[in-house]
């Protein structure tokens, strides 16, 4: 991958970026993401966040051998520190984080954000307390996108604050618009799903291992809602 070629999955977090937006990618790596918006001209700015060292120089480095330096501000910063008011930034995509770690980072960030921002997440993981928060937080969910790449199911995540919208412990869990769309590649990552949840949960009765009883009743529950759901 490069920003001349990004994966399946990121090119599906760049469709969803607004054109002529202010971009901040929060954890960027090696800044593929808003190097190659800016060489399709799709954005006008961008910030780069990396919180690691190695990261931080690969993408300086990125923007520099393709010529954005002047619109593409690569900072070392933790999470959302890296916007600045001065960036006027009107889009926010952090990729390939857990779930909670991505909810934990916009929680902490808080500050940082105007709340006209467009979220683009692309969580690997921990997509129900990522939704829980944004609900929580008076986000709605735009857009939801899943796709297979390499054996791995991703999700994209898509949100704005807006009017309050209360979801279901169901919908926290599958996903409000994924439930509704029910695409082939969601109905068969929780094919998938169902397999192996209802598998472990007959070699926790063989084993009669000694699992919390709140545990069990979890797992039974999204058992019974993954059952529900591919009727």
Not at 33 to 52: D, H, S, Y
Not at 148 to 160: G, S, T
Request: aromatic share 6%; charged share 25%.
């Amino acid at each position: 991958m490069n920003p001349h070629t990004l994966s399946m999955r990121l090119e599906r977090v760049a469709a969803q970026v607004p054109t002529g937006a202010r971009l901040a990618d929060i954890g960027s790596d090696h800044a593929y993401l808003p190097v190659a918006l800016m060489n399709r001209g799709a954005i006008v700015a961008a910030v780069a966040g990396e919180v690691a060292v190695t990261p931080f120089r690969a993408a300086q480095r990125t923007v520099h051998d393709n010529g954005h330096e002047l619109h593409i501000h690569v900072r070392l910063a933790d999470g959302l520190a890296a916007i600045e008011p001065a960036d006027r930034i009107d889009a926010v995509s952090i990729c390939g984080m857990g779930g909670e770690t991505i909810r934990d980072m916009l929680d902490r960030g808080k500050a940082y954000l105007s709340g006209r921002e467009r979220l683009i997440l692309q969580p690997n993981g921990g997509e129900q307390p990522l939704r829980l928060w944004l609900m929580d937080n008076g986000y709605r969910i735009l857009c939801e996108e899943l796709l297979r790449e390499n054996r791995f199911d991703y999700e994209i995540i898509v949100a704005e604050r807006g009017t309050p919208v209360s979801y279901s412990a169901e919908q926290l869990y599958f996903g409000p618009l994924q439930m509704q769309a029910r695409s082939p590649a969601f109905l068969a990552k929780w094919q998938r799903l169902l397999r192996y949840k209802q598998r472990t949960l007959g070699q926790l009765a063989e084993a009669r291992q000694a699992l919390p009883e709140q545990k069990v009743q979890e797992l039974a529950q999204e058992v019974r809602w993954i059952t529900a759901l591919l009727v």
